[in-house]
């Protein structure tokens, strides 16, 4: 076994005889260790048996294997809660064996902070994370207050102990955690970052919505900023082009750093992952990643996470290597088997459909083609091919280094049949070429280079190398 560290006491960590400060920011893995990293898990019922057999080599070498559990996990004909009135854009829903079967498939860590969390209330995340529980799987992002949401959780590894942090910057609002203050109780939740948005227009266009503004009852009001204007509660600034700008509310983003401190101080290997869909631009998302993200990304490594794993966005996008330390800016799809029933009764109105008649499929079906109504940016997002092609990222370290990233390319079977698709195979031929390629376009903006070997990726970097 290689270099490994021990916690003392909850306070200082043993290392080659010393002893290291509590603050040390390290990775500190024994030789060989190895995380898979996989996008959003959007699925209803267990796999195993069907053609994942292929993909369960890989995922079940690793120390540490993520995912972002975008569903919950019950039984409906058991299940106190309900379908909530807002919610994620769908109702994702799976079976209780779901929890075995992630296990088995060699799951062990789940980020469950996103937009879906209390798609059914709190009674559907808490019955989601017994079923984790009971199955071994390490989970963070949601709890019964705030600062149980945004807490680290450990996985006890041969080579190191694991922490994973977890928030989103993508969520509905009224599932967001707090703490208790004063005699209020805490709120179950999410562990949310907030985001405040400003829309850039070139001066010609922001005058006109000045103009569009004045005219509306209650807005007209003596100008105090020339260069912004804020409508419907989004404020729109002058620039050379069109674009999305987005900062984090500074109070999450330092508890955040916090928690990363405290996960890191208690571990030898801690990753960081966010849910979001910015910048929502496009109706397909965006494949570059929104302006905020990679100043965050780095600071969240500055701070002592060993890897930053972005989900969210369907579809990939590009990888840094930021001072030996990956930073994934868009993992896509994993699981896309979104044949999901029962679906509420609110979805169903929204699509124009009527219980008595039409099925869970074929809301589901429409609500792929058009994209979630209630979610920003995903207008007609969520049925295209881009998003049934991903990557299985496995990084290696050794004597405490990222040596290597190999990525895998999967493609989820966008040709197939309803019921059929959305299971993930290992792509190959010129449709495993293409993905590479472009997760190689991707990821140039960051100075990755990515080499393609036998149908796979490869980052190599050299002993002592910061790429």
């Known amino acids: 076994m290689g270099k490994h560290t021990h916690e003392l006491d909850g306070h200082l960590t043993h290392r080659d005889g010393g002893y290291d400060n509590v603050g040390s920011t390290e990775t500190n893995v024994a030789d060989g260790f190895t995380m898979v990293a996989v996008g959003d898990l959007i699925l209803s019922r267990p796999l195993t048996k069907g053609n994942t057999v292929g993909l369960q080599g890989i995922l079940s070498k690793a120390d540490a294997t993520f995912g972002n559990m975008e569903t919950l996990i019950f039984d409906i004909r058991s299940f106190k809660g309900s379908p909530q009135a807002e919610y994620?854009?769908?109702?994702?829903?799976?079976?209780?064996?779901?929890?075995?079967?992630?296990k088995s498939m060699g799951f062990n860590l789940m980020s469950r902070a996103n937009n879906h969390s209390l798609d059914w209330g709190v009674e559907g995340m808490r019955e989601t994370s017994r079923l984790l529980d009971e199955n071994g799987i390490t989970h963070a992002g949601v709890g019964e207050t705030l600062s149980q949401a945004g807490a680290a959780r450990f996985l006890e590894t041969a080579k190191g102990r694991v922490a994973l942090v977890s928030f989103a910057t993508t969520f509905m609002p009224m599932s967001r955690a707090c703490d208790p203050a004063g005699e209020a109780p805490g709120r179950p939740g999410v562990n949310a970052l907030r985001l405040t948005r400003n829309i850039t227009l070139p001066p010609d266009a922001l005058e006109g919505l000045r103009r569009v503004r004045n005219v509306l009852p209650g807005y007209a009001s003596p100008e105090r900023n020339p260069g912004r204007v804020v409508l419907l509660g989004e404020a729109f600034v002058a620039g050379d082009k069109p674009n999305f700008s987005y900062q984090a509310d500074p109070s999450?983003?330092?508890?955040?750093?916090?928690?990363?401190?405290?996960?890191?101080?208690?571990?030898?290997?801690?990753?960081?992952?966010?849910?979001?869909?910015?910048?929502?631009?496009?109706?397909?998302?965006?494949?570059?990643?929104?302006?905020?993200?990679q100043p965050f990304a780095r600071k969240m490594i500055d701070a002592g996470a060993d890897a930053y794993i972005a989900h969210g966005p369907h579809l990939l996008r590009g990888i840094e290597i930021y001072k030996g330390r990956p930073i994934f800016y868009g993992v896509g799809n994993f699981f896309f088997d979104d044949l999901r029933t029962p679906v509420g009764a609110d979805m169903f109105d929204v699509y124009g459909k009527d219980p008595r008649l039409d099925t869970d499929a074929e809301v589901t079906v429409d609500e792929q083609a058009k994209g979630y109504p209630s979610i920003e940016g995903f207008v007609g997002a969520l049925g295209k091919p881009i998003h049934y092609e991903s990557v299985i990222a496995v990084s290696l370290f050794q004597e405490n280094q990222l040596s290597e990233v190999l990525l895998y390319p999967i493609e989820l079977g966008f040709q197939k049949r309803f019921a059929n698709r959305g299971t993930p195979c290992v792509a190959s031929g010129p449709q495993a070429k293409s993905i590479l390629l472009r997760l190689q376009t991707l990821s140039q903006p960051f100075g990755t280079r990515i080499a393609i070997e036998s149908g796979v990726g490869v980052i190599r970097l050299k002993r002592g190398s910061l790429l």
């Open 252 to 293: 999450d983003e330092a508890r955040v750093l916090r928690n990363v401190r405290r996960g890191k101080q208690f571990s030898d290997f801690c990753i960081v992952t966010n849910h979001g869909h910015e910048p929502d631009w496009s109706e397909l998302v965006s494949e570059e990643p929104a302006d905020f993200e």
């Open 88 to 102: 994620g854009g769908a109702y994702h829903i799976s079976v209780p064996d779901l929890g075995r079967d992630l």
